[in-house]
């Protein structure tokens, strides 16, 4: 029988995008070739390169394009003299909401071997997972700005919180934690933030109903942050609006070891368009084309990919190998270690392709 082969978008971007993303295809061919999977990839090189040179992030048809796919493979983009909202409104927003990805899952785990900024912390302690809205809340378009240049200007950005929009997500993060350690926090800032917020609030009590299992704690947004880094294993399913789940998850990877490492899924749960899986750092203009970027962050996110295809055995022969090799070695400069990027890659396909 043929090996079944998955269709993935491929789009590595700018700066280290170019580097870490070949290393998540190696790490994901020896997957496949190990669990008795293959893989389709389609690359597109649109980026701030591409915008440069035409004047558009992706062309015109580029959706419909990625349509096509059941996965998107995403390495960073972001190039220096090009405005950063030129390529989050340009590419990342376009896709997260025509794709209606509004799931964006952001895993904490702190790992053996990987240096802990948190002094006296070990492995097993951290383990949570940060899903944010990803399609509304403060990220919205509506908005402007009124007498721009006199000393009259004004600008106004509204936040859209709609039920679809704060039910859908709460629903995944609560059946998630039911999937876990039955522990579920929910960001909030109802003290000062007082339409949306409260909100917010009255959904989780309403929509928590519906899985009495789960223990709901919830903070504002300030005291949450600080409980991050001095209570990070306090925490299971952590659930927050656009914004509020974007700080919280860069915080997050930042107490288990750095960005470098840092995966997410932006999932489309009800599967009726394909799902991006990129790492949380952008392009690295200070160190791109050294090769000396970690790879782990694009590497981990292609084990959730792996997970999203539904093969949980692979995903876990991935995380596992990530682990090996940060447990035998420091890595990447940034964790301290000398390997360079395509090395990292190679010691982590080997271990997979080895896997039981
Ligand atoms: N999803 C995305 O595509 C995305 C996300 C964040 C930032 N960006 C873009 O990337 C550009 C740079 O942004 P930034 O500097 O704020 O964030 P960044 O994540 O690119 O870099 C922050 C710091 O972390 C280091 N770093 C990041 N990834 C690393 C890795 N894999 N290995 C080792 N070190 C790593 C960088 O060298 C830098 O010092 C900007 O244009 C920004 O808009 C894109």
Redesign the pocket.
């Known amino acids: 029988m043929a090996t079944p082969k998955h269709k993935i978008a491929v789009i590595a ?5 170019q580097e ?1 993303v070949p290393e998540g295809i190696r790490v994901l061919e020896a997957a496949g070739s190990r669990f008795g999977f293959g893989f389709e990839w389609t690359a597109y090189d649109w980026s ?1 390169a591409h915008y440069k040179a035409t004047g558009r992030m992706m062309p015109e048809d580029g959706l419909d394009r990625l349509r096509a796919h059941e996965c998107i493979f ?7 003299g ?1 405005p ?1 909202h030129v ?2 409104w340009g590419l ?1 927003i376009p896709i997260r909401r025509a794709f209606a990805q509004y799931v964006n899952l952001r895993p904490v785990k702190l790992m053996k071997g990987v240096p802990c900024p948190l002094a006296g912390r070990k492995p097993g302690e951290i383990d949570f997972i940060v899903v944010r809205e990803n399609n509304e809340g403060e990220y919205s378009e509506i908005g402007g700005r009124l007498y721009a240049g006199t000393e009259h200007e004004m600008a106004v950005q509204e936040s859209i919180f709609t039920r679809r929009g704060v039910d859908r997500i709460l629903h995944y993060a609560f059946k998630l934690a039911e999937r876990r350690r039955k522990h579920l926090t929910s960001a909030t800032k109802s003290n000062g933030i007082i339409h949306t917020m409260p909100y917010w609030d009255e959904r989780v009590r309403e929509v928590g109903k519906a899985y009495p299992g789960v223990k709901v704690d919830q903070f504002h947004i300030d005291i949450l942050t600080a409980h991050f880094v001095q209570h990070p294993d306090w925490f299971d399913v952590v659930v927050g609006s656009n914004l509020f789940g974007d700080i919280l998850s860069d915080l997050g990877p930042a107490v288990v070891g ?4 840092a995966p997410s899924g932006n999932i489309n749960p009800e599967r009726t368009a394909p799902s991006m899986f ?10 791109a084309g050294r090769g ?7 590497i981990w996110s292609g084990a959730m990919m792996l997970d999203h295809l539904g093969h949980a055995k692979a995903a876990r022969a991935v995380e596992a190998a990530i682990e090996a090799v940060c447990a035998e070695d420091a890595v ?3 964790l301290g270690g000398k390997m360079t ?1 395509i090395e990292a890659g190679e010691a982590i396909a080997e271990i997979v392709a080895k896997a039981r």
Not at 13 to 17: L, N, Y
């Open positions: 971007g700018d700066g280290i995008g870490v701030c995403l390495g960073a983009v972001g190039l220096p090009i950063d390529s989050l990342l750095g960005i470098g490492i990129e790492p949380v750092h952008g392009s690295a203009p200070d160190i000396i970027a970690n790879p782990i962050g694009q990447t400069r940034d990027t």
